[in-house]
């Protein structure tokens, strides 16, 4: 396991970097707006007793709701990306900061204010030589608290495309490579450690506590400028493209990533790989908060456009009825298809295909009484998973457990399930050794995958268009599945194994 993570560590070091520098920004910002409205709220409200404990209750009814619950209620208001991200933090951030602050200025000697009050000092004079100063341990220590709180809770940024180490958690938990996960957490426990120690380093003395309000101010004025300037500069062609969860989509956008930047160098390509499900991405792109995202023309014609057209198994028609309704419904642009298909499947262990003569879906449903599935959420809920399933092959399974995808392979390879949901291009398939059934009922649309974005970008970039067809037709079954091994299980960055493709098959020049 070290040697994987120290491995990870060389071979990612960019990615983590860049992780770990907006998980910073993404709690620093979040910390500071949560100081510039809980500390003056306190100070305004030190001699209201009955409206600060009202605040109070507020800020601790906020610390109950769960943090997924609060993204999930933010998105429709201020979409996905960081700005959700920062307001849930700064929501989580106020209490420590109020509750410590108020506490500290209410919990001054009365003596000591009837002296101030004695010597003609204003209440503003008051506050600034007296309540502040003796009240500033308690202010510094609610400040560290939700420090801590902040950069825990924002690894679930990546939840919703706002980046940050969080990223390598959830890429960890979809491919089951404990090595990201451990490099997410470990690398956020070490941030909230340092910057706990740091602020309690600078508290301990007044002339560090004036060099960091500086240092802090400076830090101010060059992001402001550096925002200036980005928004007056001559502004480069920028594309934001996301993928689904899982190694796929990952090396899907990476592809999409090198052919743009060969047709436009000065491209600014910013990507967001593990950004969530169908419903969240085609939003988003609907929103304008992402350009390109790979999608399946099952999955449009299913879950998108929830067509009752029937194409049967014929791809062609499945794409035109995708690409025509997206067009005339969304004014959406459909690249043409890759070549392979990541359909649908039944898989059972090798084992249990052999001692029961299993080869197809039509044959599984004479063991219904015996079957324990493991299923996606996703596949159990969905009318083109098992719901659909049940009334064409006749399933009533006797049991059926959900579970995230790298853990269904698991389950099966630990003999806790006996069949699982997966895709044709799924790496565990030959990993495990298992037999995936055939679809002999035809049920499972065809699902090629394609780029899609808005017709407006598609137009005013037509480099981009020309650029991502150079993989239409291309990528073969075989081709995916081995690049899915390459990343899952050698555990490959999905980057290199994306350019290499695009390089050994001439789509790119190196």
């Known amino acids: 396991m070290l040697n994987t993570i120290v491995d990870t560590f060389h071979s990612q070091s960019d990615a983590i970097l860049k992780a770990t520098q907006q998980h910073i920004t993404i709690s620093l910002i979040s910390l500071l707006i949560a100081m510039a409205i809980a500390i003056p709220l306190a100070i305004l409200l030190k001699d209201h007793q009955k409206i600060a404990e009202g605040c109070l209750q507020v800020a601790g009814i906020i610390q109950t709701i769960p943090s997924l619950a609060i993204l999930g209620l933010l998105i429709p208001l201020v979409g996905i990306g960081t700005v959700p991200a920062i307001i849930a933090l700064v929501l989580y951030a106020i209490m420590p900061i109020f509750q410590n602050t108020y506490?500290?200025?209410?919990?001054?000697?009365?003596?000591?204010?009837?002296?101030?009050?004695?010597?003609?000092?204003?209440?503003?004079?008051?506050?600034?030589?007296?309540?502040?100063?003796?009240?500033?341990?308690m202010i510094l220590s609610g400040i560290r608290i939700s420090l801590v709180m902040i950069i825990g809770t924002a690894t679930l940024a990546a939840l919703i495309g706002g980046g940050g180490l969080g990223t390598f958690i959830l890429t960890g938990i979809q491919s089951n490579n404990n090595a990201d996960v451990i490099i997410g957490a470990v690398l956020s426990a070490a941030l909230a450690f340092f910057f706990s120690w740091l602020l309690k380093f600078i508290s301990q003395n007044g002339r560090r506590f004036k060099v960091s309000l500086g240092i802090i101010a400076v830090f101010l004025v060059g992001l402001g400028g550096t925002k200036l300037y980005q928004a007056v500069r001559p502004a480069p062609t920028k594309v934001v493209i996301a993928g689904k969860m899982g190694s796929e989509p990952d090396i899907l956008i990476h592809m999409y990533k090198d052919l743009i930047k060969e047709a436009d160098p000065h491209a600014e390509v910013t990507l967001k790989p593990n950004f969530g499900g169908t419903t969240f991405l085609f939003k988003a792109l609907q929103s304008g908060q992402i350009d390109i995202y790979p999608e399946f023309t099952g999955t449009v014609n299913q879950q998108i456009i929830k067509s009752k057209v029937k194409t049967g198994s014929n791809p062609q028609k499945t794409y035109q009825l995708a690409k025509d309704q997206l067009a005339k419904r969304y004014q959406m642009r459909y690249l043409k298809p890759m070549k392979y298909q990541n359909g649908y499947a039944l898989a059972v262990s090798s084992q249990f295909a052999k001692e029961h003569q299993i080869t197809t879906m039509s044959q599984l449903a004479n063991y219904n009484d015996e079957i324990t599935a493991g299923f996606d959420p996703d596949f159990y809920q969905l009318?083109?998973?098992?719901?659909?399933?049940?009334?064409?092959?006749?399933?009533?399974?006797?049991?059926?457990?959900?579970?995230?995808?790298?853990?269904?392979?698991?389950?099966?390879?630990?003999?806790?399930?006996?069949?699982?949901?997966?895709?044709?291009?799924?790496?565990?398939?030959?990993?495990?050794?298992?037999?995936?059934?055939?679809?002999?009922?035809?049920?499972?649309?065809?699902?090629?995958?394609?780029?899609?974005?808005?017709?407006?970008?598609?137009?005013?970039?037509?480099?981009?268009?020309?650029?991502?067809?150079?993989?239409?037709?291309?990528?073969?079954?075989?081709?995916?599945?081995?690049?899915?091994?390459?990343?899952?299980?050698?555990?490959?960055?999905?980057?290199?194994?994306?350019?290499?493709?695009?390089?050994?098959?001439?789509?790119?020049?190196?």
């Open 103 to 137: 506490a500290g200025l209410t919990d001054i000697p009365t003596n000591l204010e009837e002296a101030a009050t004695a010597f003609g000092l204003t209440k503003w004079k008051k506050l600034q030589r007296l309540e502040l100063p003796l009240a500033m341990p």
């Open 383 to 510: 009318h083109d998973g098992y719901p659909g399933l049940k009334k064409p092959y006749g399933y009533h399974f006797k049991d059926i457990k959900t579970m995230a995808p790298s853990i269904r392979y698991k389950a099966i390879a630990n003999n806790r399930v006996n069949v699982v949901d997966g895709y044709t291009t799924d790496p565990q398939i030959p990993q495990y050794g298992l037999v995936m059934l055939k679809d002999d009922k035809h049920f499972f649309p065809p699902y090629q995958g394609a780029p899609l974005m808005k017709e407006s970008f598609a137009k005013k970039n037509p480099r981009i268009v020309r650029a991502l067809n150079k993989l239409a037709g291309k990528i073969t079954t075989e081709d995916m599945q081995e690049m899915n091994y390459e990343v899952t299980v050698k555990k490959k960055s999905a980057a290199k194994v994306a350019h290499h493709y695009l390089v050994s098959h001439h789509l790119l020049d190196k």
